[in-house]
């Protein structure tokens, strides 16, 4: 059984920075893609951005040089930097990860719970 526990979510001011962690555990033979996603009220979840277990990385356009994706691999762990917060920052961050498990022969997508970020003075 694999399990993502997202962590670090709360409420922040505009401006304000907060780091969001992922940590994978469970039987875990090894972790490719990570990513971070997001969904506001009303609206579709989004990716904000992903990394690779080459630790290459891709950003949305909205979060590009405010947000950091990084990952620990020692510790199957993701992290996302958030700086220069928004209120349209606010919503839902839910973690990804594509995860080869033992013994089952195949990889696939696993989802964390969400963890809730709010953006407002």
């Known amino acids: 059984q694999v399990q993502l526990v997202e962590s670090g979510g709360g409420l922040v001011q505009p401006g304000g920075s907060l780091r969001l962690s992922c940590a994978a555990s469970?039987?875990?033979?090894?972790?490719?893609?990570m990513g971070w996603y997001r969904q506001a009220p009303g609206k579709q979840r989004e990716l904000v951005a992903y990394?690779?277990?080459?630790?290459?990385?891709n950003y949305a356009d909205s979060v590009k040089g405010r947000f950091t994706i990084s990952r620990d691999n020692a510790k199957n762990t993701m992290y996302l930097q958030m700086n220069s917060l928004k209120p349209e920052d606010t919503a839902v961050y839910y973690c990804?990860?594509?995860?080869?498990?033992?013994?089952?022969?195949?990889?696939?997508?696993?989802w964390g719970q969400g963890t809730q970020v709010t953006v407002s003075s």
């Open positions: 990804s990860a594509y995860i080869y498990s033992y013994g089952t022969g195949y990889g696939r997508d696993y």
């Open positions: 469970g039987s875990i033979f090894s972790i490719n893609t």
């Open positions: 990394i690779t277990s080459g630790e290459s990385t």
